[in-house]
């Protein structure tokens, strides 16, 4: 059994037991993550697709931690003009596990 879920503007496959990185979550700290924006769910040869969403699917999640990913370097450079600029980000996530999708 696995389901689509939406969270931070991405969607993401999740299966029960399944670990991922989603876009940082600020109720994570609380030990319990509840996803209700269902895209799809799939059991062996049952398909439910929602119109966006289903409607009473949830996917519950425990909270893992948080984190920042690794660093990307942004240089921007213009010729002939001594503009050089260079930047660094790191993006912050939450770290989840999947426990049960209802």
Do not use: W
């Not at 029960?16 to 600020?26: A, F, I, W």
């Not at 924006?37 to 289903?54: H, M, N, Q, R, S």
């Amino acid at each position: 059994m696995f389901a689509i879920i939406e969270t931070g503007g991405k969607q993401y496959q999740v299966a029960e037991g399944d670990s991922l990185q989603v876009e940082k979550l600020v109720a994570g700290k609380a030990g319990e993550v509840v996803f209700d924006k269902v895209l799809l769910e799939a059991d062996d040869d049952k398909v439910k697709i929602g119109v966006p969403y289903l409607e009473g699917a949830t996917v519950k999640a425990k909270f893992e931690g948080d984190g920042r990913s690794e660093k990307v370097t942004i240089i921007k450079y213009k010729a002939k003009s001594r503009y050089r600029v260079k930047n660094g980000h790191r993006q912050p996530f939450t770290k989840v596990k999947i426990e049960k999708i209802a």
